[in-house]
């Protein structure tokens, strides 16, 4: 629980409600068993159609029937970006789920053993899980791998395998196997990956557009490799018609909507386990429609199937899984990526030529002089690199530019400030596959949200990436979120890292946030410098200051994590001034800013791009006064005016 708006007692939304596990295995129960009709329905139409006119059919009726429903279910929010990045998520559904899923079954069957294909269809689940691993930062623990083992054993018992007459690897059946293997995979990879594209999509969404790419690519195929006659489809009976109906309204559209709902609730990793359903119920409805026989083995096999899925649900909710260990998406990457954070991240400007254009030439020279300067790491574009003045396609290429330039020499934080999720949740995965080290986004503070609106926000956020993230928050109107809610998102989210706070008197709450995540996520204090010596002691891991002073401040710093206060001070105070009159307005920081890069001989213009503040002739020279103290203290310090230049040193530029 944790104070509202108006102090009441509100909780903040967990990833999965406490209920959410047990409805979710229900839900997959009625979901496998439309799953299950596809088998049987298909087996009627190959009789008459070849496999790929057979796919086809019920996937364009499905596209068909659910496209009108796209813009209801959409209501009044607004459809998908898109982007060259959403195209390629659903090329890759389509080509490497969808169509190998469809096809790789039916024709790897026909040039292998049934009981080739029993044992190879085993491997769904866990290739599912090994996918959500890779994919989507999974993790697999104790007692999933013991779930997998349980719903494995009463799979065997059910399903009464001829194992004498198995021949995986045989020369006879090895394309056959291999067909029903990559049918397994494109399983495993759909399964998988909607869960990433659900971040873009709304469920109907990502079903009729999925199935439209698969149309069209199945579509060529039937016409290369098949090749049908009007008459085969005019000669087909109703019962082929009602079985392809089925298939597409049952075991393609309502399961996967049905499949969609419970992968935003629960990991991809525990849904895959119902997939060892299937053959159980197949079991089943053959003792229903042909009276075979129940005997013990299926019983107590069915028995050990639903025990693995359940314990395999766990009947937990996202905090009892976080405190066992589980992470959701990014957990994986988020290892791979740890890095610490100890000292200046300064925010590069965007350098404009005279006609306001991006001066790319001199975002090279501004990574340089932040590597030379001893910055732990850069972040852009944010408010300091006037991001709200760029377009889309300035701000994702300025983050491409410095993560080449930077060559793996500096971590690059991109920033993604929108009050939109769908955008920052698009514009983050495009800087992720750019190549940024980690992502930086602001609080929304354009209106009043609370906590629990907030959480879902980033909830969602941390769910689409697999980088680290870190949260900015200046809320001019209040206060800054608690330290309640970076402990449980930080919970739920491992790979959520680090909090920048704007605000005065803060050290009580950077001493508050550092207790409750055990020293997990690291506050970084923002507003120019301005309050850093006040919070070291209380446990900042670092400053994120314009890039101007980065150098002294990165001398600062130093001197006070040392224990050489004093020292600190001495450079801090000759700063301050220079910070104090920068932060009265976001643009004055602008000019300042960029006339002291100029300054320093590492800009070549300070232009500040429209609508800009208009400085007044005090304002200038203020600044031109304070630039020329600035200049002085590195001559003090032996400090180069322009450390990427080092023959420039000591002189005036």
């Keep these: 629980m944790t104070p509202g708006e108006n102090g009441e007692t509100v909780s903040l939304p967990h990833r999965v409600h406490k209920r959410a596990p047990i409805q979710c295995f229900l839900v997959l129960v009625l979901v496998n068993l439309m799953w299950a009709f596809q088998f049987s329905g298909a087996k009627i139409a190959t009789e008459r159609l070849g496999p790929i006119a057979v796919a086809l059919i019920p996937l364009a009726f499905s596209t068909v029937l659910f496209a009108p429903l796209v813009r209801v279910s959409r209501g009044k929010e607004p459809g998908p970006r898109w982007t060259p990045v959403v195209w390629r998520d659903l090329f890759l559904a389509s080509t490497l789920g969808i169509v190998p899923a469809q096809l790789g079954l039916t ?27 890779m994919l989507l930062g999974e993790r697999m623990t104790v007692i999933r791998w013991l779930s997998f083992a349980l719903a494995i054993s009463g799979v065997l018992m059910v399903s009464d395998i001829d194992w004498k007459s198995v021949s995986i690897f ?3 059946y090895l394309l056959g196997n291999l067909l029903i293997l990559a049918s397994c995979l494109g399983s495993a990879f759909y399964n998988t990956y909607t869960k990433k594209l659900l971040e873009t999509f709304n469920p109907v969404d990502l079903l009729v557009y999925s199935f439209l790419v698969t149309d069209l690519e199945l579509g060529v195929l039937m016409l290369v490799f098949e090749r049908p006659r009007s008459a085969a489809f005019t000669s087909l009976g109703a019962g082929v018609w009602a079985s392809l109906l089925t298939i597409a309204i049952l075991s393609l559209s ?118 030379a300067a001893g910055a732990c790491a850069i972040c852009l574009p944010a408010y300091a690199s006037e991001f709200y003045k760029l377009c889309e396609v300035e701000r994702l290429r300025l983050v491409a530019e410095a993560v080449r330039h930077a060559a793996g020499r500096i971590p690059v934080f991109a920033q993604v400030n929108f009050i939109s999720l769908m955008q920052a949740l698009e514009t983050a995965r495009e800087a992720q596959d750019a190549g940024a080290t980690a992502i930086a986004a602001a609080v ?37 979120v608690t330290a309640r809610f970076v402990s449980e998102l930080h919970r739920a989210h491992p790979h959520f890292r680090w909090i920048k706070l704007e605000e005065p008197m803060m050290s009580p709450k950077v001493t508050a946030i550092l207790e409750a995540t055990n020293g997990e996520v690291g506050v970084l204090e923002g507003w120019g410098g301005m309050y850093m010596l006040d919070l070291i002691p209380a446990g900042i891991c670092g400053v994120m200051p314009g ?107």
């Design 547 to 653: 890039l101007a002073v980065s150098d002294l401040l990165a001398k600062v710093f130093q001197l006070a994590v040392n224990g050489d206060m004093a020292g600190a001070y001495k450079i801090h105070e000759a700063v301050l001034p220079q910070i104090v009159l920068s932060l009265q307005h976001m643009e004055l920081f602008h000019h300042a800013e960029k006339r002291l890069l100029v300054a320093r001989g590492i800009l070549q213009e300070a232009v500040v791009r429209q609508l800009a503040l208009k400085l007044d002739g005090h304002t200038e020279d203020r600044i031109s006064f304070l630039n020329e103290q600035i200049l002085a203290l590195l001559d003090r310090l032996e400090l180069p005016h322009n450390p990427i230049l080092p023959t420039m040193a000591g002189k005036a530029h």
């Design 170 to 172: 045989s020369g006879t």
């Design 444 to 480: 929304p503070r354009m209106f009043a949200f609370g906590e629990p609106d907030l959480y879902r926000y980033f909830d969602r956020l941390l769910s689409s990436i697999d980088i680290p993230l870190l949260i900015q928050d200046v809320n001019p109107s209040g206060p800054t």
């Design 254 to 371: 309502a399961s996967m909507l049905l499949y969609f709902w419970v992968i935003e609730k629960i990991d991809v990793t525990q849904a895959s386990l119902s997939i060892y359903l299937l053959p159980v119920f197949g079991v089943l409805l053959s003792t229903v429609v042909v009276r075979e026989k129940i005997t013990a083995s299926l019983m107590f096999g069915g028995l050990l199937v639903f025990a693995g899925d359940i314990s395999g649900y766990g009947l937990r909710g996202a905090k009892e899984d976080a405190e066992l260990g589980f992470t959701g998406k990014g957990g994986g990457m988020a290892k791979a990526n740890e890095f610490c954070l100890n000292g200046i991240i300064p925010i590069i400007p965007t350098p404009f030529t005279v006609g306001e254009q991006v001066d790319w030439p001199s975002l090279s020279r501004l990574i340089d002089f932040a590597c």
């Design 107 to 133: 024709w790897g069957v026909e040039h292998s053993l049934a009981s080739n294909a029993s044992v190879l269809t085993l491997t769904i689940p866990v290739l599912t899980a090994l996918m959500a691993v």
